[in-house]
């Protein structure tokens, strides 16, 4: 397979640029909401545009760069859109518009305080995740990573209680530690190979370090990417994080951060250290062992939790590991499975935030066990809940059927068995935490909610959209974006 061509272009950087300077124009216009949130919703447009005039080339195998600065010679800021980084960019900037109109219809409607530092600190999370997406070393994507970690801080103390405080304290005691393990395991990897950039099938050889020191390594970088990516036992930030507004929850899940880690764990697998490595040293089934514990045990502590948020960021945590484990199984449907959910997990979950948000703004309602009847009261709501949730099961015409479909197929391909029956074990879980949600809401009644109606527009409106777009691109995988094809790139890179 020829190398990819490369070509200079300012495009990535100002991808990122665009929502950066938004913030002055946000923070200019807090006495004047209207004017504050159409800077909003312009950055998110420009940036998403910016990243669709990238598409056409990456789709012909052609790969934007720009170089930020050279540091010395061979370490470098460089942003690189590669067909995996335009992936992980298209999704991130086109929920990013919705997420914004969503985002006003809940700050106002829940009358939140601080919703300028709320949509200044959104925007530099946006950018943030460009950088990470379009990242082209080691070095690029740990500075974006780190500014990820701290432009979304604000945004989980947002209500700044007792509980948002500790919350933030420990997301930033959790990320900042990663942060320093991946430090460390780029400089150890710069020494051995005299590069950090990232390649197709690995940047490290069997033989550098002995079992044991590659061994170490791979945690490193693991536990680096992990916490974000609520990777077993480095996840219990993400439950406690749900204190934050829902479109906070809604970013947390589905746009930004824990995506952010889990496409580090791919390109870690991919690009870092490479099939061979991975499978000279037993890494893979390292990574196997702990996406599936995380598969389960997440996916049965949420079956005993009554919060809405929390049963759904529980769900997030088993979710993630299915990448990981897509990963993990290193050959071409498990790869692109993995690959899929990123954006499959993306849409459904950010309906399921958008639904529970939408429950909290206009019914006051947290609780599981509070919204008997509710359904009947908020039908667009609920039946995009319904999707959600038939997605996330694994069931069809919802695109989370498309990804798990690719990732039985990659488990029976590599003859594993127990991941298979991790996969069809989990379906099961899920189906038993999420529909008793819509049992509830539909099946049982109450006089609670009589007349209550939908949520406000800002709201309804975008969860009914990615609701819809989470069956078309079942149906339709490459329609409007060819996410399939640069799925199927991507793997095909890697696994060459």
Known sequence: MSLPETYSSSIPFLALLVSLLAVPLILWSSKRPNLREFWTLLAAAIKFGLVLTLLPG??????????????????????????????FALIASGLWILTSFYSIGYMRGHHEKKQTRYFASFAVSLSATIGIAFAGNLLTFIVFYEMLTL???????????????????????????????????????????????????????????????????????????????GIMPLHSWLP????????????????AVVKSGVFGVVRMVGFVFGPDV???????????????????????????????????????????????????????????????????????????????????????RENVSDLDGLGRAMPWTFGAFTIGAMGLTGLPPVNGFLSKWFLCMGSLDAGQIIVLCVFLTSGLLNAAYLFPVVYRGFFRTSEKFEGLGEANPFMVVPLCITAALSVVFCLFPNLFFGLFDLATATVDAVLR
């Open 58 to 87: 990456a789709l012909e195998g052609k790969v934007a760069e720009f170089v930020l600065l050279e540091i010395a010679e061979g370490i470098e800021l460089s942003l690189r859109a590669d067909s995996f980084g335009m992936y």
């Open 151 to 229: 432009a979304t801080y604000p945004l989980v103390i947002h209500s700044e209680n007792r509980k948002a405080i500790r919350a933030g304290r420990q997301y930033l005691a959790y990320a900042l530690t990663a942060g320093l393990l991946m430090v460390a395991g780029s400089g150890l990897i710069y020494m051995l190979t005299g590069s950090i950039d990232f390649e197709p099938s690995g940047i490290l050889e069997e033989g550098m370090l002995g079992a044991g020191g590659m061994r170490v390594l791979f945690f490193m970088l693991l536990i680096g990417v992990g916490v974000k990516g």
């Open 240 to 255: 406690n994080a749900m204190v934050a507004p829902t479109p906070v929850s809604a970013l947390l899940h589905a746009v």
């Open 278 to 364: 991975m499978v000279a040293y037993d890494l893979n089934t390292i990574l196997a062992v702990f996406a599936g514990a995380t598969i389960i045990l997440a996916s049965v502590i949420a079956l005993r939790q009554n919060n809405l948020k929390r049963r759904l960021a529980y769900s997030t945590v088993a979710h993630l590991s299915y990448i990981a484990m897509g990963a993990a199984l290193l050959n071409a449907d498990g790869f692109t499975g993995g690959i899929l959910h990123i954006s499959t997990h993306a849409t459904m979950k950010i309906t399921l935030f958008f639904c529970a948000g939408a429950i909290i703004v206009h019914a006051h």
